[in-house]
């Protein structure tokens, strides 16, 4: 059975950090391309961030000089640094992993930012 289990969210003022973690299992880890999405209250999901299997990252342009995504294929752990978080980044975190036609899908975390 696969899992993707997000931690890491909460409250946290304007300026401030916050680090989401997402560990998998049922997966081969190294081999799927992982990514976190954000969806906000009234909004669409949106990619934030993606990492391949070869640590080849690519960021919203929202978020690019603020997050950092990274993966520890050891431990099966992927990784969001947010930093300098701004209000628009409230919004529930996603984890994702994706394998050519198989992906797969976190229960989300709350990110809250107050002004």
């Known amino acids: 059975q696969v899992q993707l289990v997000e931690s890491g969210g909460g409250l946290v003022q304007f300026g401030g950090s916050l680090r989401l973690s997402c560990v998998a299992s049922?997966?081969?880890?190294?081999?799927?391309?992982l990514a976190w999405y954000r969806q906000a209250p009234g909004k669409q999901r949106e990619l934030v961030g993606s990492?391949?299997?070869?640590?080849?990252?690519n960021y919203a342009d929202s978020v690019k000089g603020r997050f950092t995504i990274s993966r520890d294929n050891a431990k099966n752990i992927v990784a969001l640094q947010m930093n300098s978080l701004k209000p628009e980044d409230t919004a529930v975190y996603y984890c994702?992993?994706?394998?050519?036609?198989?992906?797969?899908w976190g229960q989300g975390t709350q990110v809250t930012v107050s002004s």
């Open positions: 994702n992993a994706k394998f050519t036609m198989n992906e797969h």
């Open positions: 049922g997966i081969i880890f190294k081999s799927y391309v």
């Open positions: 990492i391949t299997s070869a640590g080849r990252t």
